[in-house]
Each structure stands twice: as structure tokens, then as C-alpha cells.
């Protein structure tokens, strides 16, 4: 028996599929591929984010977390690095606190 899974995965899954008595089959990315799995891996995990509920969503959002600080060490950037520009962006632009809905603009 075996199942597929085709997809990036933390770096201690191995690890816990030995344990659980499989015998996990991998391969290590070349750095092109390596930032392509990690889109497709944003993709699934924001999925999951909206998928989730309340008693799930943190756990979902951490995933995400994850992988935007990998993304952006691929960038030569820090988590902090991404903190800091969003700062910015809401000091300029605001947050998203007002929970305002833009239905069109008029002239």
C-alpha cells in the first residue's frame, strides 16, 4: 500500500511517517522548484485558512505564517523584514480594522 502525496512538507515529516511505520519516499528541491512548491504550498494553506473555523483558524493561519517566512528567506528577507514593510503599508494605507467595503468610485 502506498500513498501519494506530491507536495512540499515541514522538515520533520519524515521523521513522523518513520514513526508511524511508513517509509516516506523524498527528494530535495532544486531552488526554482523549491519556490514553486512553496507558492503552490501558500495556495493550499490560505485554502485552509478559509476552510477553517474558530477552534482551527490560528493553526491554519500559523501554516501560512510558515510559509511566508520562507518565502521571504528565498528573497534574502526576514519574517521581520515582511512585519516591518506591512507596517508601513498600514501606516499609509490603514489596516483593514473599519471593515470598510468599497462598492465603486463616482465623478
Known amino acids: 500500500m502506498e500513498k501519494i502525496f506530491n507536495k ?3 522538515d520533520n515529516i519524515p521523521e513522523i ?19 514553486k512548491e512553496l507558492e503552490d504550498k501558500l495556495k493550499e494553506e490560505c485554502n485552509e485558512v478559509i476552510e ?5 483558524r490560528i ?4 501554516d501560512v505564517l510558515e510559509v511566508v517566512r520562507a518565502l521571504a528567506k ?4 526576514s519574517l521581520e523584514d515582511v512585519l516591518e514593510v506591512a507596517e508601513a503599508k498600514k501606516l499609509k494605507r490603514g489596516a483593514f480594522d ?4 468599497l462598492e465603486k468610485n463616482v465623478k
Open 52 to 56: 477553517s473555523d474558530s477552534t482551527t
Open 74 to 77: 528565498i528573497e534574502g528577507k
Open 8 to 10: 512540499l512538507v515541514r
Open 17 to 35: 511517517i518513520l514513526k508511524d511505520g511508513w517509509t516516506p519516499i523524498t527528494r530535495i528541491l532544486e531552488d526554482a522548484e523549491y519556490k
Open 59 to 62: 493553526e491554519e493561519l500559523a
Open 98 to 101: 473599519k471593515k470598510i467595503y
